[in-house]
């Protein structure tokens, strides 16, 4: 498993993006639209790690209770199925995998309820 991106619930994913390009040195490597808004993953040129800049108007809803003041961080695995079986072999409760927002992923929780993705790539 290593770290994939972390996501960052924002009032405004394009004046984040702007700082963190802008002031901070890091390009845009993703936009999807979704709606008005969008969401802008955003790293270093040299690195496979990103920040994603979700708009907090998309999780108005948030049917999985996240803590929309903490990052969320997705892992990036190979092989989703041997993951979550290593996980759950450890005694980690963990969904099944399924897609979410056409990326084949599940996700855990942490002894204090944060949650982490885990995503293919």
């Not at 599940?106 to 982490?116: I, K």
């Amino acid at each position: 498993m290593k770290v994939g991106y972390v996501v960052l619930y924002v009032d405004n994913a394009e004046e984040c993006q702007r700082f963190w390009t802008e002031r901070v040195g890091m390009i845009e490597k993703s936009r999807q639209p979704a709606g008005e808004v969008s969401v802008i993953k955003v790293g270093f040129a040299d690195q496979d790690f990103d920040f994603e800049l979700v708009p907090l108007a998309l999780m108005q809803n948030n049917p999985d209770g996240l803590d929309l003041a903490t990052p969320s961080i997705a892992f990036r695995v190979s092989d989703l199925a041997q993951a979550r079986a290593d996980l759950v072999a450890r005694g980690v409760q963990a969904t099944e995998v399924g897609e979410h927002s056409g990326t084949a992923s599940f996700a855990f929780p942490d002894n204090e309820g944060r949650w982490f993705a885990v995503i293919r790539g």
